[in-house]
Nanobody
Framework: QVQLVESGGGLVQPGGSLRLSCAAS????????MGWYRQAPGNQRELVAV?????NYADSVKGRFTISRDNAKNTVYLQMNSLKPEDTAVYYC?????????????WGQGTQVTVSS
């Protein structure tokens, strides 16, 4: 079973920066994708950034957010710069992979990011 623990959310002023971390533990096996999604009140969960064989970003965060991964620590990061009030949401880490022929799709508990003056 795979577990994800997120950290790094908080309150930041517009134009500020935050870095989110997501550490994976357990029987991880082969990773297909590792990424970040977000959900604002009243909205559906949406993709922010994901690493598969390449990297994809939502248009709304391109040039401001950077996803990276430390394979030795099984940790994925989301560096968020030039934050805007519309970036306010709960951010979720997601890991998709397989082990011993069984696929999994695991979510973290979410971390709140609030951008406000």
């Amino acid at each position: 079973q795979v577990q994800l623990v997120e950290s790094g959310g908080g309150l930041v002023q517009p134009g500020g920066s935050l870095r989110l971390s997501c550490a994976a533990s357990g029987k991880i096996g082969r990773i297909y994708a590792m990424g970040w999604y977000r959900q604002a009140p009243g909205n559906q969960r949406e993709l922010v950034a994901v690493m598969t064989t390449g990297i994809n970003y939502a248009d709304s965060v391109k040039g401001r957010f950077t996803i990276s991964r430390d394979n030795a620590k099984n940790t994925v990061y989301l560096q968020m710069n030039s934050l805007k009030p519309e970036d306010t949401a709960v951010y979720y880490c997601n890991l998709r992979g397989s082990i011993w022929g069984s696929e999994y799709d695991t979510w973290g508990q979410g971390t709140q990011v609030t951008v406000s003056s």
